[in-house]
């Protein structure tokens, strides 16, 4: 199982770019990379997932380099409405073994 | 389009009663998850079913019972509750084969429970 690393909390000014990394040192060959969003008294939404290289959607994009070991969230322009906290997960998805960390908590600041 | 629909959405119990987390999805979903998540905490995998007629335990089971009798369906229950089973409770479910969306799960509004 592979073991996430990310920032407890980041804070951002409005209209900012905003990357937050995900250490996962020990990723193995069959594993993605998901992110998910949570706002307060809500359950977590997907917002990325990727296998390697780049990946972008209309919400973000997500970043990894070649050895796998790490991958970076990018949120463009961050407004108001995107504090929330953002979790990393690593494994593989028909092993069902994709565990929430405490994730990073955002806070965009007016 | 309903999704994943939890009920009740609060609840309070009293230490030693048991209850039911009901929750359905109508996305004909074959993977189905309940985690409970404590304040200020990630989300922690209570059990998870692959399909009807199977579940498994995840990382934090004891306490808990589930089964999962139709693809809609997947209820947890609680059979003595304790103080420490206070916190809100998720149910998920996924779409696990082939196709470019690898197992992306979608969440209920969560049950919040106490137990007093």
């Known amino acids: 199982l592979a073991k996430t690393t990310q920032p407890i909390s980041m804070d951002s000014y409005e209209g900012q770019e905003v990357n937050i990394t995900c250490s996962h040192n020990n990723i193995a060959t069959n594993d993605y990379i998901t992110w998910y969003q949570q706002f307060p008294s809500q359950g977590p939404r997907f917002i990325i997932q990727g296998y390697k290289t780049k990946v972008t959607n209309e919400v973000a994009s997500l970043f990894i380099p070649a050895d796998r070991k790490s991958s970076t969230l990018s949120l463009p322009r961050v407004s108001l409405s995107d504090t929330a906290v953002y979790y990393c997960?690593?494994?593989?998805?028909?092993?069902?073994?994709?565990?929430f960390g405490t994730g990073t908590r955002l806070t965009v600041i007016p | 389009n309903a999704g994943v629909t939890q009920t009740p959405k609060f609840r309070i119990l009293k230490i030693g009663q048991s209850m039911t987390l009901q929750c359905a999805q109508d996305m004909n979903h074959n993977y189905m998850y309940w985690y409970r998540q404590d304040p200020g905490m990630g989300l922690k995998l209570i059990y998870y079913s692959v399909g009807a007629g199977i579940t498994d335990k995840g990382e934090v089971p004891n306490g808990y019972n589930v089964s999962r009798s139709t693809t809609e369906d997947f209820p947890l229950r609680l059979e003595l509750a304790a103080p420490s089973q206070t916190s809100v409770y998720f149910c998920?479910?996924?779409?696990?084969?082939?196709?470019?969306?690898?197992?992306?799960?979608?969440f209920g509004a969560g049950t919040r429970l106490s137990v007093l």
């Open positions: 998920a479910s996924s779409y696990s084969g082939h196709g470019l969306a690898k197992n992306i799960q979608y």
């Open positions: 997960l690593v494994g593989d998805p028909g092993a069902n073994n994709l565990f």
